[in-house]
């Protein structure tokens, strides 16, 4: 047994933080005018189609107009850009314009000072887009990034699985949702698709339930004191509880990932299961992993996250996220321009045209096509609240505190009472 | 004993010329080294240089840096500030999850050594007998440990795949069901040991088969003329000699279980709930995914002084009789 991963590799990751800190004391700043020739450094994570070639597109257009300015485009894969990144900010030199899906982390680099604040260049257009998805990216009142994707988390649901179990009306309470689960189970049909390995999609539930059981109040305020030790969140669990007792899951669901061939999405798109909850962008990848690459097609159905009797949340109320960019301290200064013609209507339409973004500019939903996505954005934009991932939303530390201590609660390891202590406990040490 | 003092003094001829670039080295030993010239003393330093600077540059100052870092609250971004002592230290002998890990590299560590590693030698004694085709049967055997981790991993998660997998099926047939067997917080560090031991049984069983091969055939022949059973010879002839190759397959299977990360990482990230977390794997969680630098270089921290006491009371202990005279030939001076 010997590990590839050798100590003194472990070791010098741990410790390149710092030295590449020291070296970043040698970077330069660019020039401060827009008309002077400049260089926008751009990382994005669209790193395959069909995104990846309509940022090319837009960047050579803008290229072309301004002749001054070179983007150069870094595209990444979500993983590595995550890695990447990380060196970079902890090294102090941030690329000029690069993802983020706000919350947590991106307070972490505000903190730092490595991210601009661009709230009054923004202000005469950031009016355009949905409010909601602007939201995670507002830091203590200041603008530091703009979205352009965003969505939330529902129900999709198979619907000739559905009817083979003889339902035929969707959920509309917590109550009914335990109904039509044990309905489906009691037909020999695997109700709910998870991947329990990557913990992420279990969280939805715990923080979707205290969503409705509290309010989204009761989650802002939790952030704000560090406690979730409070009966709200303590009854998400319990709710949650009665879900696991009664066994929804696919076989082997602890260890199954998101977007493998045997994982959630592809065991949704082969017909495999009744039920997921999951994000807007569920029906292109349980298409893209499902055997047949297409998925279920118009079979797929959504619904929106079922009320809770007796609770003080509103089945209006979105839980979700999205994807954004924000600018690096160093960003020369013609990126901000750059940033509003990513986000004009035009190219929105464009994106949006493409099936894999929800677009985040109001005037660009009529190119959404698939009607699955059309219900989503629309659910959206009259959606009365809006709470980002509590994974994003969260400082890191507490965002995976809860999605491990959530994956606790449904490998049945721990009680609702355990594990809301453990997720204050780690709350209160940050 | 007129073989091992002939390489003893080779090699300290090779220490010495080593030990010549430190002037208190030289002036320690000067009665026996010649002086050596100014000229040669040059080139010494000038070819040590660069392995030393990078040594220097890649080992040792991370692990400086890392000691630093674990004394501070630090989330990576800009420079630690916020020191707390050994706190860090405090809080991983706490966390159950660390404490989980340091039980489960136990347990990893006794499996490998009574079951991995005596099936390894009793396949190297198996193969090392007049097979037919037993070329072959190495090379077979031999061949899952040039796979790298990662791609091991990926394998046998499709092998155990859930209602897809060869595994699944296969134990289906047989009125079992290994399809959950990663998913499984009860026996997904049992599973991962066996995905272990597929991998690294080849390696230690061509250790101990080249070990075999270095006892001389006489040594055998004598013991069976003097009427040894077949056990007994293995018992009281092979085993013994074959003593040093078991001590570094021991070793380097220790260590290898501390520091186990790529596997466990694609396999099974940890999980489900922990059950099959290394510390590697808690270190780059609390380091990549939450941010506490400080907290993971601590952990980082505990496991190279793991290593590093295993290791110097491993050679001290245990390794010495074997490389007494080749290495630490002081001993045989006095």
């Known amino acids: 047994m010997t590990a590839h991963l050798s100590r003194r590799t472990l070791l010098g990751i741990a410790g390149a933080g710092a030295g ?14 827009p008309d002077g020739p400049q260089t926008i450094n751009w990382w994005h994570i669209q790193n395959t189609e069909p995104m990846l070639p309509v940022w090319a597109a837009i960047a050579k257009e803008y290229e072309t107009a301004h002749t001054n300015v070179k983007v150069v485009i870094q595209p990444l894969e979500n993983e590595a850009f995550k890695a990447k990144l990380t060196t970079a900010t902890q090294a102090g030199s941030p690329p000029d314009l690069f993802q983020s899906w706000g919350g947590g982390v991106l307070k972490q680099q505000v903190d730092a000072g490595l991210v601009k604040d661009i709230t009054a260049d923004v202000q005469p257009w950031i009016g355009s887009l949905l409010p909601a998805s602007v939201q995670p990216f507002t830091i203590d009142g200041k603008i530091y990034g703009v979205p352009f994707d965003v969505g939330m988390v529902g129900f999709w649901y198979n619907k000739d699985l559905f009817a083979k179990a003889g339902i035929t009306a969707t959920p509309t309470s917590w109550a009914e949702l335990l109904t039509t689960v044990s309905t489906i189970k009691s037909k020999g049909i695997v109700p709910i698709a998870l991947a329990g390995k990557e913990k992420w999609p279990g969280h939805f539930y715990w923080a ?5 059981i509290g309010g989204l109040g009761a989650l802002q305020q939790a952030a704000k004191d560090n406690n979730f030790d409070t009966p709200d969140f303590i009854a998400a669990g319990t709710r949650l509880k009665e879900l696991v007792d009664l066994q929804p899951f696919q076989k082997g669901f602890l260890g199954a990932e998101y977007g493998s061939p045997d994982g959630q999405a592809a065991t949704m798109g082969n017909g495999g299961a009744a039920l997921e909850l999951m994000g807007q962008w569920a029906p292109s990848v349980q298409a893209s992993s499902s055997t047949s690459k297409k998925g279920l097609g118009d079979k797929l159905g959504y619904f929106a996250f ?19 960019f924000v600018l690096g301290k160093n960003a020369p200064a013609s990126t901000v321009d750059f940033l509003k013609t990513l986000l004009d209507v035009a190219n929105q339409r464009k994106s949006a045209a493409t099936g894999a973004v929800l677009p985040t500019v109001k005037d660009a939903a009529d190119a959404i096509k698939d009607p699955n996505s059309k219900v989503v954005a629309a659910s959206l934009a009259s959606a009365t609240g809006f709470q980002l991932f509590l994974d994003q939303a969260y400082p890191p530390a507490v965002g995976q505190q809860v999605n491990d201590s959530v994956a606790e609660l449904i490998a049945g390891s721990k009680t609702p009472e355990q594990i809301v202590k453990d997720i204050t406990k780690v709350a209160k040490s940050q | 004993m007129t ?19 430190d002037p208190a080295a030289t002036q320690q030993r000067g009665r026996r080294a010649r002086p050596r010239p100014r000229r040669r ?7 040590l240089a660069p392995a030393l600077v990078l040594f220097l540059l890649l080992v040792i100052t991370p692990i400086v840096v890392a000691g630093y870092a674990s004394m501070y609250k630090w989330n990576g971004f800009g420079l630690p500030e916020n020191f707390v002592g050994i706190d860090n230290f405090t809080r991983a002998f706490e966390d159950p999850t660390f404490l989980g890990d340091l039980w489960r590299a136990f347990v990893l560590i006794g499996l490998s050594l009574l079951i991995q590693l005596p099936v390894s030698l009793g396949l190297a004694m198996l193969l090392n007998q007049k097979l037919k085709g037993r070329g072959v049967y190495r090379v077979i055997f031999f061949a899952p440990y040039v796979l790298s981790e990662v791609t091991t991993a990926v394998l046998f998660t499709l092998v155990f795949s859930p209602n897809r997998g060869l595994g699944d099926t296969l134990s289906k047939w047989l009125g079992a069901d290994a399809g959950a067997i990663f998913a499984d917080p009860d026996t997904v560090l049992f599973a991962l040991f066996l995905v272990i031991s597929w991998k690294y049984f080849g390696f230690h069983m ?8 270095g006892i001389p055939q006489e040594l055998t022949e004598a013991a069976t003329t003097d009427g040894a059973s077949a056990w007994q010879v293995f018992r009281h002839v092979t085993l013994p000699l074959l ?3 078991i001590r570094i397959s021991v070793f380097l299977s220790v260590i290898g279980s501390i520091q186990l990360f790529d596997m466990v990482w694609v396999l099974t990230g940890g999980g489900p709930i922990h059950a099959s977390e290394t510390m590697a794997v808690t270190m780059f969680d609390r380091g990549f995914r939450r941010f506490e630098v400080g907290y993971a270089s601590a952990i980082s921290i505990i496991m190279f002084v793991l290593s590093f006491v295993f290791a110097l009371f491993y050679q001290r202990f245990v390794l010495r009789r074997d490389t007494e005279g080749a290495i630490t030939n002081r001993g045989v001076q006095r």
């Open chain 1, 20 to 33: 590449a800190y020291l070296l970043s004391a040698c970077g330069s700043d660019e020039p401060s005018t």
């Open chain 1, 208 to 212: 979707y339930l205290a969503m409705r």
């Open chain 1, 306 to 324: 079922p009320a809770v009797e007796g609770g003080k949340g509103s089945v209006a109320e979105a839980f979700g996220g999205g994807n954004g």
């Open chain 2, 3 to 21: 073989p091992s003092t002939i390489t003893g003094q080779r090699s300290d001829d090779a220490a010495t010329e080593l030990l010549a670039a």
């Open chain 2, 41 to 47: 003393l040059g080139t010494i330093a000038l070819f």
């Open chain 2, 206 to 213: 061509i250790l101990y088969l080249a070990g075999r091969q």
């Open chain 2, 243 to 245: 003593g040093p190759t």
